[in-house]
């Protein structure tokens, strides 16, 4: 069960513990989480510069990105691929365990593409990337719905 508090969400996991989200709007979670507002929920587990530069550009575009560390996406995509409508990362090797049910962009310099194949759904974006490549990469992957 997941509990929303006046900006607050509140998601339980297995531990007992709580993974707390703030600032979300409706669009940041978006519809599996129940709300009527649709839009996608993009996670980004990058490092800190890059992936300031994709919140931007996506912002820009009217997407709702949001930074996470490896284990609290891990911890997200665990509670069910359905919070997640796109994972955005450089390590993909980390979410192997959600190959099947996770939609990911793979950004790196030097991408293994035997890796990146191993997704159901993934798109590699070589890095330094422009901004236009980023946009239509994430367009793809949120069009193979």
């Not at 508090?5 to 007992?16: K, S, T, Y």
């Not at 709007?25 to 890059?50: F, H, K, Q, R, Y």
Request: glycine content about 8%; proline content about 7%; charged content about 15%.
């Amino acid at each position: 069960m997941i509990h929303a508090f006046g900006g607050i969400v509140g998601l339980p996991i297995p531990n007992g513990q709580w993974i707390i989200i703030t600032e979300y709007s409706n669009s940041d979670i978006g519809p599996a989480m129940g709300w009527t507002c649709p839009g996608p929920s993009i996670l980004v587990v990058e490092d800190p510069l890059v992936g300031k530069l994709v919140h931007s550009v996506l912002r820009r575009s009217g997407y709702a990105a949001h930074a996470a560390s490896f284990a609290e996406a891990f911890d997200l995509l665990n509670g069910g691929a359905s919070l997640v409508s796109l994972l955005i990362t450089n390590r993909p090797e980390v979410f192997l365990q959600f190959a099947e049910r996770c939609r990911l962009l793979y950004m790196a310099a030097c991408p293994d593409h035997d890796l990146a194949s191993r997704f159901r759904c993934c798109q590699v974006l070589h890095k330094p990337f422009h901004p236009a490549e980023l946009l239509n990469a994430v367009k793809m992957l949120l069009g193979s719905e």
